[in-house]
């Protein structure tokens, strides 16, 4: 089968090559993948910026239908529509194991990085990291369950938004606007913040029935202006992975209110912490997903609370992964999908 490999750590690029298909032992079931969403780990997973075991086929963000399953696996998960965890090997017995937060384990190898991921026509996973998606669903968003399901971990477990709260996002990616409609689902009012340069995301959020705020522009640097004198934002997450944002997150919240930090930053930054203090504000972040918010995210899915479908900017066949990384490099969109069934 085809799949897009990193070769060596160091390696200028990836590599479209042919590989075995894989075949699932105990335990194990196989995809036949029909989306693998990019994700920006996945950027610096090839800048070497995040930590990875090459050779490794990259992609996290996978979907796709199960074709093949190894002993002791229920026959029945053939030909379901699932979307898999991605903590493939934890150590089972450490605490962050034990309370259902294996993305925090020391031992662990993730799918896409420590283990072969999605960016393939198949992938083996863990029966037990599958998830059951609607039939209904898009296959092609479906690839979009994972990164539901790290908004779910930082957002609903446990819940740190009531209904009836204001609640600004910052950062107009896909993160953003799937953290923006977590919320919406818990009975927030939301609006979500992005610059003059996510003028198209922002556009997309509109037809999602979102508010939006362009904040870098005069009107919106007055509004941030007087929500903070009003004191009444209750939550800010910041999805942007920005310095600024997190430095405007923690003027524009509340006192007693929340600051959720979501966006990965790259290095240091400097940032008024002490408002922390002075604010008596409340810092939560999540990194990953756990299998409590899995759950959540197929519910939220399953109700139709959450729309993953304008999310997928476009769906490239896997010998146009460098478009799909060049896209999200210049921020092009919002989420690429390769699949691998196209020629």
């Known amino acids: 089968m085809r799949a897009v490999r990193l070769p060596a750590l160091g390696a200028p690029a990836l590599e479209l090559v042919d590989v075995p298909m894989p075949e699932p032992g105990p335990g194990q079931a ?32 996978v979907a796709g239908r199960v074709d093949a399953v190894g002993e002791g696996v229920d026959p029945a998960w053939i030909g379901a529509l699932v979307a898999p965890e991605t903590a493939f090997g934890t150590c089972g017995l450490c605490r962050w194991c034990r309370t259902g937060r294996p993305m925090l384990c020391a031992e ?10 999605g ?17 209904w669903l898009d296959d092609h968003a479906a690839a979009l369950m994972e990164p539901l399901a790290c908004c779910c971990n930082s ?3 446990p819940a740190v938004i009531d209904a009836g709260d204001r609640v600004l996002v910052l950062g107009a990616g896909p993160v953003g606007l799937l953290a923006a409609q977590v919320a919406r689902a818990a009975g927030a009012s939301v609006v979500l913040g992005g610059t003059s340069a ?38 800010v997450i910041e999805c942007a992975g920005v310095g600024a944002a997190v430095a405007t997150a923690l003027r524009v919240v509340r006192p007693g209110g929340s600051h959720i930090q979501m966006g ?8 008024p912490f002490g408002l922390v203090v002075t604010k008596e504000i409340r810092v939560r972040a999540g990194f ?23 999310l997928v900017s476009v769906v490239l066949p896997l010998r146009d992964w460098p478009v799909a990384f060049d896209r999200m490099a210049s921020r092009t969109g919002l989420k690429s999908v390769l699949d691998p069934r196209m020629a």
């Open 30 to 61: 196989r995809i036949a993948v029909t989306g693998a969403g990019l994700c920006g780990t996945d950027l610096h997973i090839l800048h070497g910026d995040y930590s990875s075991r090459p050779p490794v086929t990259l992609g996290h963000e």
């Open 288 to 310: 990953g997903s756990a299998p409590a918010s899995w759950w959540r995210a197929v519910d939220l899915v399953a109700a139709r609370a959450v729309d993953l479908v304008p």
């Open 198 to 235: 996510d003028e198209e995301r922002l556009a997309i959020a509109r037809t999602m029935a979102l508010d939006t705020l362009v904040v870098d522009t005069p009107g919106g640097v007055t509004t941030l202006e007087a929500w903070e004198a009003a004191r009444d934002v209750d939550v």
């Open 108 to 117: 662990r190898l993730s799918i896409g990085s420590g283990v072969d991921g």
């Open 264 to 271: 990965l930053l790259s290095g240091d930054v400097s940032i």
């Open 119 to 135: 960016f393939a026509e198949a992938v083996i996973v863990p029966a037990r990291l599958l998830h059951r998606l609607p039939d």
């Open 155 to 157: 957002l609903s477990d």
